[in-house]
């Protein structure tokens, strides 16, 4: 079952497309990585999943309903540019919030507890926003994201300006409210957070789609069929016979780069023919990283 | 609406929390009373010294009558001139009055001196002035055969009494001044009011806008509902202050008044500026009586209503006009300068033509913009004592409720493109390109 769906959706504004005839599926307690550069049309279409805008075309369908206005009481957006009541008391504010997501204020003062005796912060209560220090405010700020358990949870850079302590604090959460059944469409454009974290990912870049799917599976399509082998001792000198490329030599470690139709068993094989000593074999798989580099700079050219 | 409601509620709460408010509050009332209290004294203390004076007056002009007052004594003596200067420079008395003989009995100016170094008070001279200027009056009147009763003959007290044709009502000379005061204080009371909590209005929009907080509410609610929420909210507010007000200024009056020992006669005698309130006691006391006639008897029942509708339907338009404004700017308080001013032409220009509809309630000028959208809403009320046939009124509160809603949605249009839009100077090109956008 998909939580999200969006069907061919496209965003004009005056002068550009914004969104370009976009279609991906959210899957019901999945991670999903929405990537792109800056401008590509990620806040735009997050715009419009949230019912801020409406698309000029296309379908999109949340928990298998067209998106209508009920539904963003189900949805938990923290957009990237954070911001709060300064003014505001910690409890009326997330009280507040999360009543206009249609918490009754019973209920919301319940969760509401739950979640800053989670962590750690209920004696900010009455403590003003503008008194907290940015990483204590961005807390709030994902309690009051998440507090009416949204089936569907975006979250617009959620690291960013936080410390390795806190930001480790906020992953945690997201994999266990996605234990507990909620997606969360992750948008970034920091790689190595995405691999870590996500399962799927789609790379938009000028308001159109240019990669989607597993995380496993664009690596696997983008590999290069370069393996790594670390040893021990010399090399034999038979080894530069064999149809291999020699992509890098050094002391203790070589990188070969397989042809098409050779496996990593041939090439196993081969190598313990030759007798060389190995210590470990590892086949090379390309960062999200480099991917994204490279996809996004051809696109560009 | 549920959620207009939220909104409606955190607009009011953290408005009417706010220490300032609870301050301004309930300090103004307070703040005007002691002002007044200020004036009135300032007003009412004379000389705090003891004051005597001689007065040299050999042909007896004044026939040994001067009034004493609080702090100031006058002696009449016939000792010489030197000799009583004598006593001025023994500090025994404070200054001579030297009355001259009065050698032109039909003269029409009189000189009288006044010997000392210190010069006498404002009122001081006004009394003895007026004494003086009786006695010679008198004096003249004995000269000229005149008697006192043919003098009160001769003047007579012109009033008109305005007689209508069609309409069966009663209308004396004091309705129309009780209507035009009234009228202008509401006139001028409309106009800050909008003003003010229109600003306020802005003033929030440009917050939630700067804070970046707007994202998150609107993902949650519909832009709309957030500007309603904000106009009702702030609009409470006011209502709220306003009644405080109402009620605070009286109770606080008669507090000041039995602390201070305020009563209406001296804050009367301050209006009239310090003259004898005998020349007016005996007609005022009628005409206050009248003045309370004519209050009951204006026609409250469509006053009232009406005038809390036009401030509604006005307050509504503007304040939405300024949310559209204030979502426009962002941070830059210059550049919503720059784009108030064309919302602040209409409410100035109502208020002055209110102001000119005191005067001339039925001027074209004063009917025509009773009934034109956004000037109504002041003007109108303006008129509301003045009695405007009903179907001007009808005409009035039909194009103001259209037109008001009208420019509430043209406000919505911009206001939800304005809040998500950053680093775009905002002209009125651009926000007449908003209206249009879609979704």
């Known amino acids: ?301 | 609406m549920n959620k207009i409601w939220l909104v409606t509620q955190r607009e009011y709460l953290t408005r009417v929390k706010n220490k300032t408010f609870i301050l301004t509050t309930l300090l103004t009332p307070l703040g005007i009373l002691v002002f007044m209290a200020a004036v009135v004294l300032v007003m009412s203390t004379g000389s705090d010294k003891v004051k005597v004076i001689n007065v040299y007056d050999p042909t007896l002009l004044l026939e040994n009558e001067l009034k004493t007052r609080d702090n100031l004594t006058f002696k009449f003596s016939n000792e010489s001139l030197d000799a009583q200067k004598e006593l001025y420079k023994e500090k025994k008395i404070n200054g001579i009055l030297e009355i001259p003989a009065l050698t032109d009995s039909l003269a029409s100016k009189y000189v009288y001196k006044y010997h000392s170094d210190d010069q006498l008070a404002m009122d001081e001279t006004y009394a003895i002035e007026s004494a003086i200027g009786k006695k010679i009056r008198n004096y003249k009147l004995k000269k000229l055969n005149i008697d006192s009763n043919t003098l009160k003959n001769l003047d007579t007290d012109v009033s008109a009494e305005p007689v209508t044709i069609l309409a069966d009502k009663k209308i004396s000379s004091i309705t129309t001044i009780v209507s035009s005061v009234l009228g202008g204080v509401v006139g001028y009371a409309m106009f800050f009011i909008i003003l003010f909590y229109g600003m306020q209005v802005m003033r929030s929009v440009m917050e939630e806008k700067i804070n970046r907080i707007v994202e998150v509410l609107i993902s949650s609610l519909k832009p709309f509902e957030l500007m309603m929420g904000k106009v009702i909210g702030v609009g409470l507010v006011g209502l709220t202050q306003i009644g405080i007000w109402l009620i605070l200024m009286p109770i606080i009056y008669i507090i000041g008044a039995a602390l201070f020992g305020i009563n209406p006669d001296s804050m009367g005698a301050m209006n009239t500026g310090n003259i004898p309130m005998e020349d007016i006691a005996m007609s005022s006391q009628d005409k206050i009586g009248q003045i309370f006639l004519e209050i009951r008897a204006m026609n409250w029942w469509l006053i009232l209503p009406l005038t809390l509708f036009y401030f509604l339907a006005g307050y509504f338009a503007y304040s939405a006009l300024f949310a559209a404004i204030g979502s426009a700017v962002g941070e830059d308080i210059n550049e919503a300068n720059s784009l108030t001013l064309p919302v602040m032409m209409p409410l100035m220009f109502s208020m002055y033509i209110g102001i000119s509809a005191v005067n001339a309630p039925d001027s074209s000028l004063a009917v025509w913009s009773s009934m034109i959208p956004l000037l109504s809403s002041i003007v109108m009320p303006v008129r509301l004592p003045f009695d405007p046939p009903w179907w001007q009124i009808a005409i009035s509160v039909v194009s103001l409720v259209i037109f008001s809603i009208f420019l509430v949605w043209l406000a919505a249009r911009i206001y939800r493109v304005g809040i998500l839009m950053y680093g775009k100077k905002a002209s009125f090109k651009e926000l007449s390109k908003w209206i249009f956008y879609k979704g």
């Open chain 1, 1 to 301: 079952m998909n939580v999200l769906s969006l069907q061919n959706v496209v965003k004009a504004y005056a002068n550009h497309i914004a969104v370009n005839d976009v279609s991906f599926d959210v899957k019901a307690g999945s991670i999903f990585g929405l990537l792109g550069p800056n401008g590509a049309g990620k806040t735009s279409l997050i715009r419009i999943i949230t019912t801020i805008t409406a698309a000029d075309s296309g379908k999109i369908f949340l928990n298998d309903h067209p998106l209508n206005h009920l539904h963003p009481n189900e949805i938990g957006y923290m957009p990237e540019e954070r911001g709060l009541y300064k003014k505001m008391k910690v409890g009326e504010q997330l009280l507040y919030l999360a009543q206009l997501k249609g918490l009754s204020s019973k209920d919301a003062k319940i969760k509401l507890r739950n979640w800053l005796e989670k962590f750690e912060i209920l004696s900010w209560w009455d403590k003003k926003i503008g008194d907290l220090s940015k990483g204590m405010s961005q807390k709030v700020q994902f309690i009051a994201t998440v507090v009416h358990d949204p089936s569907l949870i975006i979250l617009d850079e959620p690291f960013s300006g936080l410390d390795p302590i806190n930001a480790n604090l906020i992953k945690d959460e997201i994999y266990q409210l996605k234990e507990k059944g909620a997606s969360i469409l992750f948008s970034t454009h920091r790689m190595e957070q995405v691999e870590e974290i996500c399962e799927d990912i789609v790379l938009i870049n000028k308001g159109k789609i240019l990669l989607y799917g597993g995380v496993d599976k664009i690596k696997n399509d983008f590999k290069e069929h370069l393996f790594s082998v670390k040893y021990n001792g010399n090399l034999p000198e038979s080894i530069s016979d064999h149809n291999y490329l020699i992509v890098s030599k050094t002391a203790n470690e070589i990188v070969f780069k397989a042809g098409v139709d050779q496996t990593s068993n041939d090439l196993l094989r081969n190598l313990i023919n030759s007798h060389v000593n190995i210590v470990s074999f590892n086949e090379i798989m390309p960062s999200l990283n480099e991917i994204f580099i490279k996809i996004v700079e051809s696109n560009n050219e």
